[in-house]
Nanobody, 126 residues
Framework: QVQLVESGGGLVQAGDSLRLSCAASGRTSSYAMGWFRQAPGKEREFVAAISRSDYRTAYEDYVKGRFTISRDNAKNTVNLQMNSLKPEDTAVYYC????????????????????WGQGTQVTVSS
């Protein structure tokens, strides 16, 4: 079992950048990882995913070119670099993990993940 703790959220202005981090209690090298977000009154939505060994990434269309997911298995962390932030990016951002036997597997739906963090708030003002 792995426990996930997100950090790095905050209040920024449109056009600014933020870097979210997700620290895992276990070895992240066994897990495919992802980031999701949920805005008030909306359903949780996929943001980005990365395979176990950093070979593959996946992004939702609305963050492509602005967000970058990365991982450091030596430090058991997964990061989400968010650039050119927009007010519509305002949400609670969640880190998620699923154990995977494949180094290429990425998961883009919440149902595929077994472990979730508590979330970190990102607020982008216009």
């Amino acid at each position: 079992q792995v426990q996930l703790v997100e950090s790095g959220g905050g209040l920024v202005q449109a056009g600014d950048s933020l870097r979210l981090s997700c620290a895992a209690s276990g070895r992240t090298s066994s897990y495919a990882m992802g980031w999701f977000r949920q805005a008030p009154g909306k359903e949780r939505e996929f943001v980005a995913a990365i395979s176990r060994s950093d070979y593959r990434t996946a992004y939702e269309d609305y963050v492509k070119g602005r967000f970058t997911i990365s991982r450091d298995n030596a430090k058991n962390t997964v990061n989400l670099q968010m650039n050119s932030l927009k007010p519509e990016d305002t949400a609670v951002y969640y880190c998620a993990a699923v154990r995977s036997s494949s180094i290429y597997y990425t998961a883009a739906t919440g149902a595929e993940y077994d472990y979730w963090g508590q979330g970190t708030q990102v607020t982008v003002s216009s």
